[in-house]
């Protein structure tokens, strides 16, 4: 079964993203950034975390409640320790942080073979994927996490949600062997709860051990979710706790009352935390590899070997990402739903862009 | 239902391991870190990673076939980063190995906020979970993972074992929060093949989703079982594939051919690897926490947040291990099952050690 697609040129999209943030009050490199960065993820086929999405979290969570503030300044503290950096990211929109924190990672890993910036009061960045990915794309091996806005989660063996759906995010810069970045990058509930909705629709049942009812007994019933699981039981959990543990050392708040403004918390934070890590691959190599082989080449049979035997079918984290990337390239634009094409135009309408008309777009079958 | 123990003083345990590891031609320095780790995995209730495995271990992989050499002396790489340090450890004892790469990643944390330590020609650590742990407790947050010696595991949507059930693990220095520190420590398949040996005697099937038969194909009858699956579908995978990939920019094998000695295949390593990264907690924070806490008491906070609401009888990752260890010092001793004990007079008795008489050692009921 084919699904039509709108395609959109990146430059078309940009200027409508840039636009809708300056609406809102962002400044010229926020609103790039925010435009880069969706476009990437569209790129790459994320349906989930694209522009709409975006302005979605800005209207929930951000510069409309006061989560996040168009043209804040990062402030870098002071640390004796020279490989890390750790900043107070003031509220400013996660896209633009998150940017800076991995260039700044990598200039650290360039020096010291490792780097790391730590980020307190952060907003939203989206996708962890896409900033791991883009810097395993220059050659490194990156490493991101961050705390949700909202604790939907629940701790392995609990019934109520203390934990996000913390999601961590790895990149290697495997391109020479595989033709792209290996990005292993998931959310660490089961599902997400944009999921629970999507069954809620359609009238069918959750897999099994993703969500828990308002006792805390696990249920498959949509309709009866109050509650996401970690994903691997015990294993999902600590996952996921490692994120609260990252911020809580940074500075994070306290999981359930993070972006859920209440002025009777007084003095509390609310904010996510976002960690980042940059590893220079040289950093890693002893030089010898079997064979004679360069550590490029080593990789290269590594995932050969790995991939052999009969499992010419599996598939590598982050080879969907290539593939929609390789239809999006050839396509010459990134690709949309009608659905999606409608809130571009709503988007388009509420920010006094020009025109949205849907017509104006070449459509295909994929 | 109680389960009887013997009670072995950690010394008489300790004067055991070092000699049988110095009957094998261990150096007094590698006979004490065999004998330290394994006591520190047994005083936390750690069953699978004992002495007895360890010997077990330099049999099957070690001292006897080459994949482990006594006396062997670590060869420090030249490297330009400063945060890091590349060894070939020329296969020298594996616990005698990772205490030394924490040690110097600990130095390194201290200086640049993070140190790292990467490790070619290694032989096995042992329990990952144990090294963190150490670390957890001297007041940093560490981090390691390894390659396994051999591949059990097969990859997501794949048919033949390619990869490990490479291991994890996380430690940080919770102790002041929680009074000990939280460790996330796992194999990244479902069970160990130790597990599916057991389901065969006890005639009961696996948990579902955690092997597969001949053909690749999903069973849960433990006599049909050729591999193991990774954990969370894809998500265990990608974290199966980040200690290969690790491995591969370090120097490692291939996976399929690691530690299974083949005279055929010149030029190839064959040996695991092992990653050590150490942060101090003072290169993450702010020092700005809520309501004038400290850092500690911000961690503290946070984790009182995750296990309230409900969430009260939730285990934090680790908490097994110290109340394993609580009970341990409240009898004065590690704990031994008459088999574990039958093991050790058998050790004993190959390594020509004095006597080791069921009769002289403390019985309890626990």
Redesign the interface.
Known sequence: MSTSYFVVPVATHNTLVEKAFAHRGFNQKECQAAAQFSAYASWHGIRTHNAIKAIHLDHLFGSEVGGCRPNATIEK?N??????E???ANFKLGQATAYEAMDAAVALAE????G?V?V?NAFHYLWGGGYVMDVAKKGY?AYTNCTAAVTEV???????P??GTNPHS?G?P?MDAVGFP?V?D?ATSVIAMGRVQQFQRENKPLPPKSAVDAD?QETTDANRVKALLP??A??????S??N??????????????RCRPDPTLE???QAPCF?F?V??????????????RS?KE??K???G???????E?????GQMEADAARLSEANGGLLFTEAEMTAFAEMASESNVGPWNLGDFKKIEV
Chains 1, 2 share one sequence.
């Not at 015990?234 to 996952?239: A, F, R």
């Not at 609260?244 to 009352?257: H, K, N, Q, R």
């Not at 079918?313 to 984290?317: R, T, W």
């Open positions: 503290k640390t004796r320790f020279s490989a890390c750790v900043w107070d020096k010291y073979g490792v790391m730590s307190d091996i629940v701790p392995h063996g609990g019934k109520y203390t934990l790895w290697f495997t290996i292993v998931w805390g994903f691997g015990h294993k999902g959990y600590g996952l706790l490692i609260e543990l990252v911020a809580a050392f940074i500075g994070g708040s306290l999981p359930t009352i003095n509390e934070k960690f890590q590893i220079h691959p040289e950093a890693l190599s002893t030089g010898v590899f079997a064979k004679g550590q080593n990789i049979a590594v995932i070997d790995i991939l052999g035997h009969g499992n079918k599996c598939l590598l984290p």
